[in-house]
Nanobody, 116 residues
Framework: QVQLVESGGGLVQPGGSLRLSCATS????????LTWYRQAPGKERELVAH????????NYEDFAKGRFTISRDNPKSTVYLQMNDLKPQDTGVYYC?????????WGKGTLVTISS
């Protein structure tokens, strides 16, 4: 059974940090490209960052550059998103996605709220 379980969300003050995790099982993690998305209240889901099979290749949307870092641990089948200098506009539900040849899986998300 395929599972992607995000964790690490919560309420943080502006300028704070969070580290999101997405623990996976049920498929070959090392054969997947991993992507973090987010969806703010009342807005469409948007891409945040993605990482290639070995972790050497990463890409970030402009709002994430310099503040967020995506990483993966293939032996643990887990992908991370380190988020620093958080802003109120970073508020939303954060989802991880694992995609590869013939498969495309999503987690259920973890809520991040940035507020003073």
């Amino acid at each position: 059974q395929v599972q992607l379980v995000e964790s690490g969300g919560g309420l943080v003050q502006p300028g704070g940090s969070l580290r999101l995790s997405c623990a996976t099982s049920g498929f070959t993690f090392s054969d997947s490209v991993l992507t973090w998305y987010r969806q703010a209240p009342g807005k469409e889901r948007e891409l945040v960052a993605h990482i290639g099979y070995t972790g050497d290749a990463t890409n970030y949307e402009d709002f994430a550059k310099g503040r967020f870092t995506i990483s993966r641990d293939n032996p643990k089948s887990t992908v991370y998103l380190q988020m620093n200098d958080l802003k109120p506009q970073d508020t939303g539900v954060y989802y991880c996605r694992a995609s590869g040849l013939g498969f495309d899986y999503w987690g259920k998300g973890t809520l991040v709220t940035i507020s003073s």
